[in-house]
């Protein structure tokens, strides 16, 4: 059985200007699975690698899931398609929720990435299909290689999707971003190890997390949090740039 563990590549939020955008890389065996595309990604891929020792960079992500349209989770994707395309001419898997798809090109891509210009003047129209498969997160379980994929969507200001995934016996979760519910803290709470976000706004009050259980917090990474959070100290681990977790 391959083991499952996450790199911990941002943990900023969408103001940040100490850390990347929330970021995580998912890895089993030799599947990876990169969990939003925030903008600066190769350059984020790249301090990861140095701080880590273990090289990843835009080639070798063949699976990346976007949880939702805010640019601080999907502004590097346009990077990494056009990479993929352009570079080494291998296109990359997107998975999301239908939502999330509904909007990918038109609200988020399209006045980027539709028209190619050839070296005679002439232009291509493209799209989304053409750079990547795309393939829908359905309810129930997605399996992608060794690891298995579950969603819940959250509570935020347009349709956010929660993930949990499971290899084995052993399961990691996250978030993504969501006001607070005891819900969702709850279905990630039967994760062995779980990110959640804290931020200011509709997002979740680092005191509601507080509050919590401490057999819930002491599973719990936080995610996503601001700038002038002190991440010494506190009674919830803060995620750190660069590290490498296994449940």
């Not at 989770?73 to 352009?86: A, K, N, S, T, V």
């Not at 919590?212 to 681990?237: F, K, N, S």
Request: a negative charge.
């Amino acid at each position: 059985m391959s083991e499952l563990s996450v790199r911990v590549v941002g943990v900023g939020d969408a103001f940040t200007a100490r850390y990347y955008n929330a970021c995580l890389l998912f890895e089993a065996g030799d599947q990876r699975l990169l969990v939003d595309a925030p903008p600066a990604l190769a350059r984020a891929l790249r301090d990861h690698s140095l701080a880590s020792r273990d090289t990843v960079g835009l080639d070798d992500i063949d699976h990346v899931l976007i949880t939702h349209l805010h640019g601080d989770h999907c502004g590097g994707l346009e990077q990494l398609l056009f990479w993929r395309r352009f570079v080494t001419g291998r296109k990359t898997t997107i998975h999301a929720i239908p939502e999330v798809l509904a909007g990918l090109w038109d609200a988020r891509l399209r006045g980027g990435m539709d028209t190619l210009m050839h070296p005679d003047g002439s232009h291509t129209s493209l799209t989304l299909a053409d750079y990547a498969e795309v393939q829908v997160l359905a309810p129930g379980v997605t399996r992608l290689g060794p690891l298995e994929l579950e969603w819940r969507r959250t509570i935020h200001h347009i349709p956010t999707s929660a993930l949990r995934v499971r290899v084995g016996e052993r399961v990691i979760g996250y978030s993504a971003d969501t006001a607070f519910d005891a819900g969702l803290i709850a279905w990630l709470a039967a994760s062995d190890l779980f990110f959640h976000e804290t931020n200011f706004g509709v997002h979740t009050p680092l005191a509601s997390l507080l509050a919590l259980p401490e057999a819930q917090r002491r599973h719990m990474r936080l995610i996503h949090y601001p700038d002038q959070l002190d991440p010494v100290g506190l009674a919830i681990a803060c995620a750190r740039e660069g590290e490498r977790l296994t449940p």
